[in-house]
């Protein structure tokens, strides 16, 4: 079955303390990998967009790479306005698949 | 602000009922498409219009339906609602291409009593 797994379910960091959040996927035929940041009641925010294995893309603190079967997404130095749910989705025939997200809380 | 509007921003009805949701795409996108999530269940895809036509279709009950009209606008109509209905209702627009990112409106929070 194709799946989408994001890991942790929840993260709690100190101001300033780096970490990665991981994607896994088992689909098969993929067209592209995306990340988005959920403030809760809203509509995810577009972050990034990864196409194939090896490339990475960076905005402020965040930075995403892809490999075969999974993509992290790094967060550098944080501040407690990155808190927020980060979703990752893969594109493949013409569906998107989300993750279920890992809940990230940064304290000051 | 994604450009994508979504309206009503709340809405409340009893079990049974009927309720339309609107989505207005960002100017230029072709694509509309529908997801649910709920807090047990993550983002669902439901149903994907692209240029007036059906173009995908996930998860959609069979008491839900969408369509897009001419001006790119698309309604999500859900019928016989049930509890399990209430939820965050999202819509996304995109552009042309295959791979174009998806771009979410703020969402409709639909919660059935």
């Known amino acids: 079955e194709d799946q989408v797994t994001q890991s942790p379910e929840a993260l709690r960091l100190q101001e300033g303390e780096s970490s990665s959040l991981n994607c896994s996927y088992t689909?098969?035929?993929?067209?592209?990998l995306f990340w988005y940041r959920q403030d809760p009641g809203k509509g995810p925010e577009f972050l990034f967009t990864?196409?194939?294995a090896g490339e990475e893309k960076e905005k402020e603190r965040l930075k995403a790479t892809l490999t075969k079967k999974e993509s992290f997404l790094h967060i550098t130095a944080p501040k407690p306005e990155d808190s927020a749910t980060y979703l990752c989705?893969?594109?493949?025939?013409?569906?998107?698949?989300f993750g279920t997200g890992t809940r990230l809380q940064v304290f000051p | 602000d994604s450009g994508v509007t979504q309206t009503p921003k709340h809405l409340i009805t009893a079990t049974g009922q009927r309720v339309t949701l609107r989505c207005s795409p960002r100017?230029?996108?072709?694509?509309v498409y529908w997801y649910q999530q709920s807090l047990d269940q993550g983002l669902q895809f439901l149903i994907q219009?692209?240029?007036?036509?059906?173009?995908a279709k996930g998860n959609i009950l069979e008491r839900f339906s969408a369509q897009q009209f001419p001006d790119l606008h698309s309604e999500l109509n859900l019928s016989s609602l049930e509890l399990g209905d209430s939820a965050l209702y999202f819509c996304?627009?995109?552009?042309?291409?295959?791979?174009?990112?998806?771009?979410f409106g703020p969402g409709t929070r639909l919660t059935v009593l």
């Open positions: 996304a627009s995109s552009g042309t291409g295959w791979n174009n990112e998806q771009f």
């Open positions: 689909v098969s035929g993929l067209r592209g």
């Open positions: 990864l196409y194939s």
């Open positions: 989705a893969v594109l493949y025939t013409d569906k998107l698949i």
């Open positions: 100017s230029g996108d072709l694509s």
């Open positions: 219009y692209y240029n007036g036509e059906e173009r």
